[in-house]
């Protein structure tokens, strides 16, 4: 079944300390993104990548890192979780001839 | 780069009436516009999409229609049902992948 896998589904931290949360998809897809929804602000983009070991900047990247060493994997990376980094967490792969596919999301917690 | 611009940010209609969202969008270069349905707690799930080369395309109940000239697309449906409750998104998509716009609270009222 073609999906992308997210995990945790939710995550409680305190500030301050280092956390992943891990994409993989198994479509082969060579783009990935992330993606934190907040409430009347709908679907920002966090950083992307187009293919291995090619990541860029989205729209909100302050606090976050990702990386792409192989072609299904691209985990996030907050380095010193803040407050204001709560929120709920999307990973998507896909084209632009087939679409893009979600994750199940991270909500995430910071105290 | 790319902004999408989505209204109402809340629609309520009566079950088996007409639904339109409208969305406009600024980078000529997008090609490619999908809409997304997210119900409660879960994720987005892409309903129907437009390409650039196409004007119109139906699914059901569901139509979206595109505007290249105007840079506007919309999403149409038709005989509203309760199950069409959720918060719908568009997007426009360029070489960097997608552009949301701030969604739209869709209440099919009984």
């Known amino acids: ?111 | 780069g790319e902004n999408v611009e989505q209204h109402p940010s809340t629609l309520s209609v009566q079950e088996g009436d007409s639904a339109v969202i409208k969305c406009t969008y600024s980078d000529s270069a997008s090609n490619y516009f999908p809409w997304y349905k997210q119900e409660l707690g879960k994720r987005p799930q892409l309903i129907i999409d437009i390409r650039s080369n196409v004007g119109e395309k139906k699914d059901q109940r569901i139509a979206v229609t595109l505007n290249k000239t105007a840079k506007h697309f919309s999403l149409h449906i038709t005989e509203t049902q309760p199950e069409d409750s959720a918060v719908y998104f568009c997007a426009a998509s360029q070489a960097d992948g997608l552009t949301f716009g701030k969604g739209t609270h869709l209440i099919i009222q009984p």
């Open chain 1, 1 to 111: 079944e073609a999906q992308v896998t997210q995990n945790p589904r939710y995550l409680i931290t305190v500030t301050g300390k280092k956390l992943t949360v891990t994409c993989s998809q198994n479509m082969n897809h060579e783009y990935m993104s992330w993606y934190r929804q907040d409430p009347g602000l709908g679907l920002r983009q966090i950083y992307y990548s187009m293919n291995v070991e090619v990541t860029d900047k989205g729209d909100v990247p302050e606090g976050y890192k990702v990386s792409r060493k192989e072609k299904r994997n691209f985990p996030l990376i907050l380095e010193s979780p803040s407050p204001n980094q709560t929120s709920l967490y999307f990973c998507a792969s896909g084209d632009r001839v087939y679409g893009y596919t979600f994750g199940s999301g991270t909500r995430l917690t910071v105290v």
